[in-house]
C-alpha cells in the first residue's frame, strides 16, 4: 500500500471531533475514490494527510498514517510534499498575479528551483493543452475550468507519488468536469500517479476510480471496488439519485416516502 | 467563538440566548467583580491606585481601537493623536473656557469623533498596509499641529489642565478620579459589547470578514467604515479628556505614534474583535513596564546593572510580547476561552 491510513482521529480547537476512526488505504497507481456528504469529514481526512490540520487548529489524536512505511502524522506540510504526496485544494487558488508558465515553475521550489523546467513544463502542457495557449497570460485571468487545470498541472510539477484532489469539479460545466476527469485518469494510467479523490460528483468520481469508500459522521461506511458501488442500492438512491429502475427520482415520490440509510442491512 | 454552555442550560427567546451574561453564575462574578473593584481604593495604595486609573483610561481607548480595527477590520496607526486631540479639547475648554467636566469630555469625545471621520475618508479606496500608512500620516498631521498651533494647544509646552469639580463635588485625589475613570470605562465596554450584538456591529463584522460580499448583501461600506471611525474616535477622545483630567498636563510628547502601537500592541496581545480581549490587553500592556520596572528594581539591589535599566527594560518588554503572541496568537481572550472550556469540559472534552 502506497498511503494507509488506520484509525485515525482529529481533533478541532480541542473540542470538535471530526474524525472518528477513519481507516482507508490507496494502492499504488490506483485511483481511490473518497465519497460522502457535506461535513462527513472528507477535507478533514485530506487536510491530515497532506499535513494542513494545523492551520485549522486541528491535530491527530489518534490513529496513524504511513506512508511509503513511513509515518507522516503531524508532520508540516512542506515536507509532506517532498516526500511526494501533493494536495490540489478545494476551490482553486491559483497565484492570480504570476503568469502561467510562473505559477507552473513554482511548483518546482520543492524541488530546488525552476530554472530548468523544460521537461516538465511540457508534462504538464501535454496533459493541459489549454495551459500552454495561455502560458504568458495572467493566472488570476483565466477561466474556472483552466484555473483548476493549472493548479492540478503545478502539483504535477513537484512528480507526486500520490495526488490529492478536493473536489475538481467545484463550479464548472459539466463538459469541463468530464474533460477534466478523463486527465485525472490520463495522468493516473501514464505517470503512474495514484489518486485520492474526493468528490461531490459521485457518479463521475466511480466512473475513473478503481475503489471508492463512502464516509459519513467521519468514519467510513462502505467501500467496494467502484463498480459494486455503483451499483449498491444505497450509494446509487443517496449519492447518485438513481432508484431502483434506474430513472432519475421524482421530488413528489420523496414527499411520501423517504427511505432511511441503511448501511449495514441493504 | 462561543463558549460551550453549561448542561441543561437551555434558553426560551433569542433575547435571553443572546444575553451577555446568560448564567446566575457568570452575572455573579460580574456583581462581586465590580463589587470588588469598588472597594479597590479602600485597599489599594496610591500607586496602584494610579496604576489602576491608567488601566481604565487606556481600557477606554482600546475599546475604540478594538471597534475600528478588532470589529471593523480597518488598520489604524493613528489612534494615539485621535486620544491627543481628545486631550487638547480638554485642556482647551477647561483651561480657556472653564466649561462643565461632564461637558468638556463629551466635547472631547465628538471632536475627535469629527477628526477620526475626517481621516477615515481614505478607507474606502485603500486597505491594509495602504490604509496603514495613511492614518499614520494623520498621526504626524496632527502632532505637527498640536506642536505648532502654539496659541490653542501652548506648543512644546502643552497645557496645564485644573482638576475638575462635578456638581460642586472637587475630583482632587486618585481615589475620587478612580470612580470617575471607572464608570467611563464600564460604559465604554458595555457600549462596544452592546454594539457588537446589533445591526450596526454585525455589518462591522460583515465589512471585516468579507468586504465584497457585505456590499452586496446592501451595507454600504463607505459609511459603516466612517462611522467605525468615528465611533472608535469618539472612544479615543473620551480617553484623551480623561488623561488630561487625571494627569493634568498635557503636550505634544504624550501623543507620539508610539502611544498608536501601544494600543495596537494591547488590542492585538488581548485577541483582536473581543472586548474582553481589549480589556485583558489595556491592563497587560500598562501594568507589564511598571511591573518589570518593580521586578528589575528589586533585583538591582545585588545586580550591578544599573546603567543599562531603562534599555534592558524595553528589551524584556518587547520580547515577552514576542513569546507570548508566539504561544497564543489569538490573544489573551483566546488563552482565557481555552481556561475556561478546559475546566467546563473536564475530563470529557469531546
Redesign the interface.
Known amino acids: 500500500m502506497l498511503l494507509e491510513i488506520n484509525n485515525l482521529e482529529v481533533?478541532y480547537?480541542?473540542?470538535?471531533?471530526v474524525l472518528k476512526g477513519l481507516s482507508l488505504a490507496v494502492p499504488e497507481g490506483r485511483i481511490v475514490a473518497l465519497l460522502g456528504s457535506n461535513g462527513a469529514g472528507k477535507t478533514t481526512t485530506l487536510r491530515a494527510v497532506s499535513g494542513l490540520l494545523k492551520h485549522e487548529n486541528g491535530a491527530v489524536t489518534q490513529g496513524t498514517i504511513t506512508y511509503q512505511g513511513a509515518r507522516i502524522e503531524g508532520r508540516p506540510a512542506h515536507e509532506i510534499v517532498r516526500r511526494g504526496i501533493v494536495q490540489v485544494m478545494e476551490g482553486r487558488g491559483v497565484f492570480d498575479e504570476l503568469t502561467v508558465e510562473d505559477n507552473l515553475r513554482a511548483g518546482l521550489a520543492v524541488r530546488g528551483g525552476g530554472r530548468r523546467a523544460a521537461g516538465e513544463l511540457e508534462t504538464a502542457f501535454g496533459y493541459f493543452p489549454v495551459l500552454k495557449a495561455r502560458r504568458r497570460q495572467v493566472a488570476g485571468y483565466l477561466s474556472g475550468g483552466e484555473q483548476q487545470m493549472l493548479v492540478i498541472g503545478r502539483a504535477l510539477m513537484t512528480r507526486p507519488a500520490l495526488l490529492l484532489l478536493d473536489e475538481p469539479s467545484l463550479g464548472l460545466a459539466p463538459l469541463v468536469v468530464g474533460e477534466l476527469f478523463r486527465i485525472i485518469q490520463r495522468i493516473n494510467r501514464e505517470a503512474g500517479v495514484s489518486i485520492l479523490l474526493v468528490e461531490q460528483n459521485a457518479q463521475m468520481a466511480l466512473t475513473i476510480a478503481d475503489h471508492g469508500y463512502v464516509m459519513e459522521g467521519g468514519r467510513i461506511m462502505l467501500d467496494g471496488p467502484a463498480r459494486e458501488l455503483q451499483d449498491n442500492r444505497n450509494v446509487r438512491e443517496f449519492y447518485l439519485g438513481l432508484t431502483e429502475q434506474g430513472a432519475l427520482k421524482s421530488y413528489r415520490d420523496v414527499k411520501h416516502y423517504v427511505r432511511r440509510k441503511r448501511w449495514f442491512s441493504s | 467563538?462561543a463558549l460551550?454552555r453549561p448542561c441543561g442550560d437551555f434558553k426560551r427567546s433569542w433575547e435571553a440566548d443572546e444575553a451577555v451574561f446568560p448564567t446566575a453564575f457568570s452575572r455573579g462574578a460580574l456583581a462581586a467583580f465590580l463589587l470588588l473593584l469598588g472597594l479597590a481604593p479602600l485597599a489599594a495604595g496610591d500607586f496602584w491606585l494610579y496604576l489602576l486609573n491608567l488601566c481604565g483610561i487606556a481600557l477606554v481607548g482600546a475599546q475604540g481601537l478594538n471597534i475600528l480595527t478588532g470589529f471593523t477590520g480597518q488598520i489604524s496607526l493613528g489612534h494615539g493623536a485621535f486620544v491627543g486631540v481628545g486631550g487638547y479639547t480638554v485642556g482647551i475648554l477647561a483651561t480657556r473656557l472653564n466649561v462643565n467636566p461632564v461637558v468638556a469630555l463629551l466635547a472631547a469625545g465628538v471632536a475627535a469623533a469629527l477628526v477620526g471621520l475626517l481621516f477615515g475618508l481614505p478607507s474606502l479606496r485603500i486597505k491594509g498596509f495602504y490604509l496603514a500608512m495613511a492614518t499614520l500620516a494623520a498621526q504626524f498631521i496632527l502632532e505637527y499641529l498640536f506642536m505648532r498651533a502654539a496659541p490653542l494647544t501652548g506648543g512644546a509646552q502643552g497645557l496645564f489642565v485644573e482638576r475638575p469639580a462635578l456638581a460642586g463635588l472637587a475630583i482632587d485625589s486618585d481615589a475620587k478620579f478612580f470612580y470617575l475613570i471607572m464608570t467611563v470605562a464600564a460604559l465604554a465596554t458595555a457600549g462596544a459589547r452592546n454594539l457588537l450584538r446589533t445591526d450596526v456591529g454585525r455589518c462591522f463584522v460583515a465589512i471585516r470578514d468579507r468586504d465584497i460580499a457585505a456590499e452586496l448583501i446592501g451595507v454600504n461600506l463607505f459609511a459603516y467604515k466612517l462611522l467605525a471611525f468615528a465611533l472608535s474616535s469618539f472612544f479615543a477622545g473620551l480617553a484623551g479628556g480623561l488623561l488630561a483630567y487625571y494627569v493634568q498636563a498635557i503636550n505634544p510628547q504624550g501623543f507620539t505614534v508610539l502611544l498608536s502601537v501601544d494600543y495596537l500592541a494591547m488590542i492585538i496581545i488581548g485577541g483582536l474583535g473581543s472586548v474582553l480581549g481589549a480589556t485583558f490587553g489595556a491592563v497587560f500592556i500598562t501594568l507589564l513596564p511598571e511591573l518589570l520596572k518593580l521586578a528589575i528594581d528589586a533585583v538591582g539591589g545585588w545586580l550591578p546593572i544599573e546603567n543599562i535599566f531603562p534599555a534592558l527594560r524595553e528589551i524584556i518588554f518587547g520580547l515577552l510580547i514576542v513569546l507570548f503572541l508566539l504561544r497564543e496568537p489569538e490573544g489573551l481572550a483566546k488563552l482565557w476561552w481555552?481556561v475556561k472550556?478546559y475546566w467546563k469540559?473536564w475530563p470529557f472534552?469531546?
Open positions: 481533533l480547537n480541542e473540542v470538535v471531533l | 467563538m460551550p481555552d472550556a469540559l472534552a469531546y
